[in-house]
């Protein structure tokens, strides 16, 4: 019955390990996709405004 109970804390200590380890991996992670969306938002801050209003740049003409 040792043996049991020995290899269930060994396994409950093999999972913690694994745990810690996958939350710094999830918390890597999401730095990286807040980085990239703020270098996302300031590229797409960057670019020039399309016009939403008037006849230049509002309509789109096409012939077939």
Not at 13 to 40: H, M, P, W, Y
Request: charged share 10%; glycine share 4%; proline share 3%.
């Amino acid at each position: 019955m040792d043996m049991s109970v020995e290899s269930a804390v060994s396994v409950a200590i093999s999972l913690q390990g694994f745990n810690a380890a996958q939350e710094q991996q999830n918390v890597l992670l999401r730095k990286v996709l807040d980085s990239q969306a703020q270098t996302i938002a300031s590229i797409m801050d960057s670019m020039p405004r399309l016009a939403t209003f008037g006849p230049v740049g509002t309509q789109l003409h096409v012939t077939a």
